[in-house]
């Protein structure tokens, strides 16, 4: 049977100025993964500026602007949501509450929401057109034998994306063991000023034709992966800085977004991203973007980044940051370290991938 959305779920547009107290209860956009319906981090360093949302737990999270994105996710706790987003509930007359989170996820809803979004560079999904949409679903005692699979599916993904975090923080202990604080430089390595050894130095070769366009969007926090690859005409370019494998690229905004790439082929970066290129020599590549990703660099960074709504680290501060320059034997062996927990991280990706289809399945076989 069919629905419109107005009947299938109640948006709570309810919202409030923050003030202090609330910056721990806070959720953005930028705390929800896409596909993936719990959130692991939340908060900001000063109260949110402007009206947000208030969310109660269990609320569905949604985000509406930029909805491709598919960030959709379960409130975890009672507090204050992006205004780029909806607070969603569901009726529990159509729809089963363990259920609406999945049916939210489906290709279905999702492609929907991508078409009726409108505007240029952040498409975004007015609630008007939204509630008018109408979408099958199951009845509800499917609904619930649904849920019941779809959760079961869902936390033994979970368990991967664990495995997955665990190998991810090995790595960085391993960094930790092998080269210390390089912050301090507890372990009283070399050093010179990462204009000097890694300057700022775009790709000198011209691209045309279809082109490699890299957003800060597209690149997932922490890891350094590439989620999402665009390619567009060069002669549609703005403001953009060209770049290639030699390239590590480094987002001065919100450093503690922990946004650092090493490209894997040509293109094009927005503005946001510096194009540092590390002198081969002196610094390995994997070395150097593990050093700007670490947790001691990006709470260094934070802690000098300028600006409350969208802070930045100064670029005169990266340039003039001593650079530890261990032996290169160290840092090679540390690639291969790293490389390793790359290929586990892959088969497990794999895995997660794989579960994703199943639920993926589950959801679209059944609307």
């Given amino acids: 049977m069919k629905y419109r959305f107005d009947k299938i779920a109640f948006n709570?547009?309810?919202?409030?100025?923050?003030?202090?107290s609330d910056k721990e209860h806070y959720i953005g956009l930028e705390h929800i993964d896409g596909e993936c319906l719990e959130i692991t981090r939340w908060g900001s360093d000063v109260a949110p500026i402007g009206e947000k949302?208030?969310?109660?737990k269990g609320d569905v999270l949604f985000?509406?602007?930029r909805a491709y994105q598919r960030k959709l996710a379960i409130a975890p706790f009672d507090g204050i949501f992006s205004a780029h987003g909806m607070v969603l509930r569901p009726n529990e007359e159509v729809?089963?509450?363990n259920y609406f989170p999945f049916f939210m996820s489906s290709d279905l809803f999702?492609?929907?929401a991508v078409q009726i979004s409108v505007g240029g560079l952040s498409p975004t999904i007015n609630w008007k057109d939204l509630r008018e949409q109408e979408f099958p679903l199951p009845s509800l005692a499917e609904q619930k034998v649904l849920a019941d699979k779809l959760?079961?599916?869902?936390r033994l993904k979970e368990s991967y994306k664990k495995l997955l975090l665990a190998t991810e923080e090995m790595v960085k202990s391993q960094f930790i063991e092998m080269f210390g604080n390089p912050v301090t430089n507890n372990k009283g390595w070399n050093t010179l000023p990462i204009k000097d050894v890694a300057p700022e130095t775009s790709s000198l070769e011209k691209q045309t034709g279809k082109v490699w366009i890299l957003n800060l969007d597209m690149i997932e926090s922490n890891t350094g992966k590439v989620v999402e690859k665009v390619f567009e005409n060069d002669s549609n370019l703005l403001s953009v800085a060209p770049f290639d494998e030699g390239n590590v690229l480094y987002s001065k905004l919100r450093p503690y977004l922990n946004k650092v790439v090493i490209p894997d082929g040509k293109g094009y970066a927005t503005t946001e991203l510096v194009p540092l290129r590390p002198n081969q020599k002196l610094l390995n590549l994997t070395f150097f973007s593990h050093l700007l990703r670490g947790d001691d660099f990006v709470t260094y960074a934070n802690s000098i980044s300028t600006g409350t709504k969208m802070p930045r680290m100064p670029l005169n501060d990266l340039r003039k940051f001593q650079c530890i320059l261990p032996p290169m034997e160290k840092q090679n062996e540390f690639?291969?370290?790293?490389h390793q927990a790359d290929k586990s991280g892959f088969e497990l990706r794999k895995s997660i991938e794989a579960i994703d289809k199943v639920i993926k399945s589950l959801v679209n076989v059944n609307l």
């Fill in 151 to 154: 959760w079961a599916a869902y």
């Fill in 335 to 338: 690639e291969e370290i790293a």
């Fill in 12 to 20: 709570s547009t309810a919202k409030k100025t923050p003030t202090e």
């Fill in 110 to 112: 999702m492609e929907r």
């Fill in 63 to 65: 985000g509406k602007r």
């Fill in 95 to 97: 729809v089963d509450k």
């Fill in 53 to 56: 949302l208030i969310m109660k």
